[in-house]
């Protein structure tokens, strides 16, 4: 029973860092081959100070892609589910800040042209994957993880 | 504890693939923003010089001249036609067989977009819907080596 219970949490962490994982690695994909649009769209948030536009611009679908990679593969899976985590709180305040002000602006998510406008659903989007983030960030094993596989190895 | 020292180990990669990347990619953003570019408080769009030069030749805009001064006096973007704020009314309708709120303009000044973007305001309150302010202006055209014509051109 105890073995049933433990293979059924393994296959959902697994599930679940698959599915993060995918999403973070999808949304840093446009990103990553439009930097100057991404950049247009962090700045109609009007959250980024100006000096620091560009370095965030620039960073955050590298952070996304690797968090994503190393969430899926198992590897430092912890510190990608920390990383993701904090990453989600950051949208969702920003999402929160720009209803708030009645900003009229597509979201900039997934696609930096068009693409989904800021509105409650993507709050609530990113509160569920907030929620997901911690499975893997407070999971205590992960059986089927390049991390298990390590310590297996030593 | 164990997932903030992994998180570093992730922060470090990312900033050293960042750094590869911004070094290696021909479409790498500035190290600090430009101002202009996302002056925010426009009323308009700003469009890029290499956006607003391949509109150009793809003529597929029409070129505006908002700068003060008289018509004919200066060089322009080939084809431009002139609307001034202080003589909007009058430029208006010296255009306005020619252009019409459906076209899509991109206004241009000296340099900075402010003073555009009071006659960018002016249209759009009269009713032009695809407005672009050029980014730089007339300065930063010459600049680039856009084309320029000595005269005004007449509609």
């Known amino acids: 029973m105890t073995g049933a219970r433990s293979g059924l949490q393994a296959t959902v962490l697994l599930l679940v860092r698959l599915i993060v994982g995918a999403v973070f690695i999808y949304a840093s994909l446009d990103k990553l081959a439009e930097p100057a649009a991404f950049a247009q769209s962090v700045a109609n948030y009007r959250l980024v100070p100006l000096p620091l536009l560009h370095l965030f611009a620039w960073l955050l679908p590298i952070l996304e892609a690797v968090c994503g990679v190393a969430l899926i593969l198992g590897w430092q899976r912890r510190g990608a589910a920390l990383l993701i985590a904090a990453m989600t709180v950051m949208f969702i305040i920003a999402i929160a800040a720009a209803l708030i002000r009645d900003l009229d602006i597509s979201c900039g998510c997934f696609h930096t042209a068009g693409g989904h406008a800021v509105g409650r659903d993507l709050l609530l989007r990113d509160i569920a994957l907030l929620v997901a983030a911690l499975v893997p960030l407070l999971a205590a094993r992960d059986p089927w993880s390049l991390d298990a596989l390590r310590n297996r190895s030593h | ?155």
């Open chain 2, 1 to 155: 504890m164990i997932a903030f020292r992994q998180a570093l180990l992730l922060l470090v990669i990312t900033v050293v693939l960042a750094a590869v990347s911004w070094a290696v990619r021909g479409d790498r953003l500035s190290p600090v923003a430009d101002p202009e570019f996302y002056a925010l408080d426009l009323s308009v769009p700003l469009v890029s010089q290499d956006q607003a030069r391949a509109f150009f030749e793809a003529g597929s805009h029409y070129f505006v001249d908002t700068r003060p001064g008289e018509p004919g006096e200066r060089p322009v973007i080939p084809g431009s036609f002139t609307i001034r704020e202080a003589q909007l009314d009058a430029d208006l309708a010296a255009v306005m067989d020619f252009l019409y709120p459906e076209d899509p303009l991109i206004l241009y000044g000296s340099d900075t977009p402010v003073m555009v973007d009071a006659v960018a305001a002016r249209l759009a309150d009269r009713g032009y819907e695809q407005l672009l302010i050029l980014q730089g202006g007339f300065a930063a055209w010459r600049k680039a080596g856009g084309p320029i014509s000595g005269e005004e051109a007449t509609p």
